[in-house]
C-alpha cells in the first residue's frame, strides 16, 4: 500500500546529484574549503548571527560529499582569503560549478529562510568573482 501521508522530503543541492558518490570524488580539499568559505560569506553577509538552520544546510550538503565542516572549518579554513576562495571555484568544472549554485541558491530559497537584501549581494558577488556562468543571471 502506498503511504499517502507519509513524509516527502524535498532533497536540496548537492543530494539532488544522482552520481553523489562519483561527484564528490571530483572535487579536491582546496575545491570543497573554497565552497564552505563561500558559503559562509553569505551566511554571515549581513553580521547577524549565524542562522542555524542555513549552518545546518551547509553541514548536511557537505557531509553528503564526504567534508565534515564541524570537525575542521572552523579551526582551519575559516581564514582562507575571500579572492583564495574565488580564485579556486572559478577554475571549477561546469558540473562543479552547477552543483555548487544548486546548493547555494538552495540555502537562500528552498530552506524557508527569507534571504536578507546583503546575504543576496553577497551571493552575486561570488557568482561574478568566480565566474559562474550558469548563476551570472540566477538572482538579481
Partial sequence: MINLLGSKKKIL???????????SETLNTDQLEAM???????????EAALNLKMY??????FKGVGFDI???????YASRADAE?????ADLNFEQKKW??????AMLYDI??????KQIEQYNII???TLNMYTREAIH
Fill in 112 to 117: 524557508r529562510v527569507t534571504p536578507t537584501s
Fill in 70 to 76: 564541524k570537525k575542521a572549518y572552523v579551526h582551519k
Fill in 36 to 46: 564552505v568559505h563561500a558559503f559562509f560569506l553569505i551566511v554571515m553577509a549581513d
Fill in 85 to 89: 576562495a574565488y580564485d579556486l571555484l
Fill in 56 to 61: 545546518n544546510y551547509i553541514h548536511e550538503q
Fill in 127 to 129: 557568482c561574478e568573482k
Fill in 100 to 105: 555548487f549554485e544548486t546548493a547555494l541558491r
Fill in 13 to 23: 543541492g548537492f543530494h539532488e546529484n544522482p552520481n553523489i558518490k562519483t561527484f
